[in-house]
């Protein structure tokens, strides 16, 4: 077979091309069949003989249509030396094509389409272009792409020979028109020469090789007529290439995907009038289920940022955002969109005024991201097409990037992706981002306060901001709060946040965070978190939420001094309300939280007695009812702390009157089941003795004393300790009273000495009291 290929090769050098194309079409078959060869070498032979064949012009546009099929599906050849003949072979078909003559077309034939060659040049460079974005590129990419180098240079020399051919045309008839109107005719414009053939501006390629995908990284970077070239067929080889980014198979989408990494690099700039296209097509593909293909639409992105400039790009994705760009930030666009962007400024010579414009929209179908899905997408892209700098962002650039990610931000479903863009907006803005941070902080502070971003990831983007600032992550948050906190808590000691509002979440996370500047806004915040954590219309989380703020403000020594002032409030309007017992599981938990804020608010001796006091008349009967909780030994052991602490700092304050409603709950919770209750409220005891009048109910006195020495003989050793300990508090109310007590129970009692002990002391007491008075 292979012979058989290099005997082709010898006849079509030597035979008509008008020949073979006759009666060459049962060979041109075979040869397609042998495409398909499981030897390599054969299929590199067939494909070498089918260059050799169809290098000639008739057999080339006779044949071209059947061959470019099979062609395509040696892209995916197992072996590299096909690949790379396949470079070769197209390389010369385009090369002698340019040589081909134009055909002749009949007027009524004539529909404004390509004919000859040319209806074939620009599918033939799909397929070379194919082969430069080849997975192999140590020889089949290079050497592609050094076909299509030589191509590109021999497509000009052929775009000047025609423009020469073009003005001797025109040239002659100016001459002929000139000639019939005699020479006293007036002189017309006569052609002054060939029309130039345009090549695109250099590109510096080094600026930007870091985003380069291989082989343009370690090897040569495209000419300015390879761009000019690529350029010339994008309206048909774009639409190709990004239909298949698209496709069902995976295999499409990946060389789809490394094939527009390849058409970036060579258009450079001139991608500007598709980029609404590319775009469009990018969103799709940055969520590809294969890697691969998201890695490369990314990469795409990154490099269409690098290439064009920013406000053609930040045009575009405000459109997609339903967005319009404004001086300062972006606005809500209409519903009209926009079909023609002026991509070159305007020129002006003399009296002529030139200006460049070209629809972005043609090909692509308007495009606004309405679903969550389509903006995550948008938004992800935006990430990689901010550059980073230098250079800089320029301050309304960076609006206007602001203003599209605080869009999104306000959807906690679009958060991780808008925290992409963020940093990625830091390094593309660098020290610019210090003219508008209260603005990017404040989105980073959203993204805090919630679950959807790594909070260490949050921090260090915060970090980041505060050295492009010059200040530390804790000034940030200080000088936010004094100025964010107006607007934060504007009506909210009147209107309930709603259950999505970030609010909450955010004052949550600024006042953690503030630290000591946090003290002046206290008094402002008492009547926002009544009003918020209010039991009556409040969410459950939200009352969760904010109980969980109080505790930690309550536990923050440098807001000691501020929360002292504002106690009595915190006590009165916050956490009283919410430890009112309600029924439900949430309402229970929401009953412990509000207490153990008491109990830290108490323990922290951030009350004084007399706020306490005034305050008991409230706090007596949560207190109460949360001692009698049987289904929660928490709350019962938290009230067990909460009146052992009141009872504390209160106890010259507090009347008789109000220990007459103690002492039953307390002598209850000595028969808990509980025995570390049981230990609490012997604490509880204790101090309950100490705020007792004198002259006390003696009746009363003895009842609880028979009670605690029946105790006594608690099996607990822990618990008998403390009894002991109240024991030995109770002495000096009424020491004869005690002494009788003691006397009685030891009687009674499995341990008398204990009982002993206590009488003994009580005598000695008694005898000191009365040598003293």
Request: aromatic share 6%.
């Amino acid at each position: 077979k292979k012979e058989c290929c290099e005997i082709t090769k010898k006849l079509a050098a030597c035979i008509n091309g008008e020949r073979i194309s006759r009666a060459g079409a049962p060979l041109i078959a075979s040869l397609l069949a042998n495409l398909r060869h499981q030897q390599w070498k054969v299929r590199r032979a067939t494909l070498d003989c089918l260059g050799s064949l169809l290098a000639l012009e008739a057999p080339l546009l006779a044949h071209m249509e059947e061959v470019l099929p099979h062609l395509t599906g040696l892209l995916n050849d197992r072996t590299s030396a096909v690949r790379q003949c396949l470079a070769d072979v197209l390389e010369k078909w385009l090369l002698e094509g340019f040589t081909f003559k134009e055909p002749l077309v009949a007027s009524f034939d004539d529909d404004g389409s390509p004919s000859g060659f040319k209806a074939f040049e620009h599918r033939i460079l799909v397929i070379l272009l194919g082969a430069a974005a080849d997975e192999d590129v140590e020889q089949v990419a290079p050497r592609a792409l050094g076909s299509l180098e030589r191509v590109a240079a021999a497509k000009h020399e052929a775009r000047k020979r025609q423009a020469e051919a073009d003005f001797q045309k025109e040239k002659a008839r100016y001459e002929t028109k000139m000639a019939k109107l005699g020479p006293d005719a007036p002189k017309g414009d006569a052609p002054t020469g060939p029309k130039e053939i345009e090549v695109a501006d250099p590109f510096d390629y080094d600026t930007v090789r870091n985003l380069l995908p291989e082989p343009f990284v370690t090897g040569a970077t495209p000419s300015p007529l390879t761009t000019t070239y690529v350029h010339l067929h994008m309206p048909s080889v774009l639409p190709q290439v990004l239909g298949n980014l698209t496709q069902w198979t995976t295999d499409i989408r990946t060389a789809a995907a490394r094939l527009l990494r390849v058409l970036l690099v060579l258009a450079n700039r001139q991608v500007a009038p598709f980029l609404d296209q590319v775009l469009v097509h990018l969103y799709k593909a940055s969520a590809d289920d294969d890697q691969p293909v998201a890695a490369a639409a990314l990469q795409c992105a990154r490099m269409a940022g690098a290439f064009l400039d920013v406000d053609l790009v930040l045009g575009l994705v405000g459109k997609h955002l339903n967005l319009k760009v404004v001086e300062g930030g972006a606005a809500p666009a209409g519903n009209g969109g926009v079909g023609v962007e002026e991509l070159w400024p305007q020129q002006r010579t003399g009296r002529q005024l030139t200006r460049t414009v070209q629809d972005v929209a043609s090909g692509v179908k308007h495009f606004t991201a309405l679903s969550i899905e389509n903006r995550r997408q948008v938004y992800a892209v935006l990430s990689h097409l901010l550059r980073p700098s230098p250079p800089s962002l320029t301050l309304p650039e960076l609006k206007t990037v602001v203003r599209f990610l605080e869009e999104g931000a306000h959807q906690e479903e679009l958060l991780p992706w808008v925290f992409g863009a963020v940093q990625s907006l830091l390094k593309a803005a660098a020290e610019n981002s210090r003219e508008d941070w209260p603005r990017i902080f404040d989105m980073l502070l959203r993204m805090r306060s919630g679950e959807e971003c790594d909070s260490a990831s949050v921090d260090s983007t915060m970090d980041e901001l505060a050295s492009l600032c010059g200040r530390t992550r804790r000034q940030l948050y200080e000088d936010h709060l004094s100025t964010r906190l107006s607007e934060l808590l504007r009506n909210a000691e009147c209107e309930l946040w709603e259950e999505r509002s970030p609010h909450r979440h955010v004052l949550e996370t600024l006042l953690r965070n503030a630290g000591s500047a946090a003290s002046e806004h206290i008094g402002r915040l008492v009547p926002v978190l009544a009003r918020q954590a209010s039991p009556e219309d409040a969410s459950v989380p939200a009352r969760i939420d904010l109980l969980g703020l109080t505790h930690f403000l309550i536990n923050e020594e440098e807001l000691a001094e501020a929360l002292k002032a504002h106690a009595p409030a915190i006590l009165l309007q916050v956490l009283i309300p919410n430890c009112t017992w309600r029924a439900g599981q949430s309402n229970n938990k929401i009953r412990k939280g509000g207490m153990v804020c008491i109990h830290a608010l108490l323990q922290r001796r951030l009350a004084d007695a007399a706020s306490l006091n005034a305050a008991f008349t409230d706090l007596l009967p949560i207190v109460k009812s949360a001692l009698d909780d049987s289904f929660s030994p928490d709350n019962r052991m938290i009230a067990c702390l909460i009146l052992s602490c009141t009872l504390s700092e209160l106890q010259s304050e507090i009347s008789g009157d109000q220990l007459r409603e103690v002492y039953p709950e307390l002598l209850k919770r000595l028969d808990d089941s509980n025995d570390k209750i049981r230990v609490a409220v012997c604490e509880a005891l204790v101090m309950f003795f100490k705020c007792l009048p004198p002259n006390w109910s003696r009746s009363l006195y003895e009842y609880i004393l028979r009670t605690l020495f029946v105790h006594l003989d608690d099996p607990n050793l822990e618990i008998q300790q403390g009894i002991y300990a109240v024991l030995e508090t109770a002495i000096d109310q009424d020491f004869t009273t005690f002494i009788n007590e003691a006397r009685a129970a030891a009687a009674k009692s499995s341990h008398p000495r204990l009982c002993e002990e206590l009488s003994r002391k009580a005598h000695t007491l008694r005898a000191s009291s009365e040598e003293g008075a």
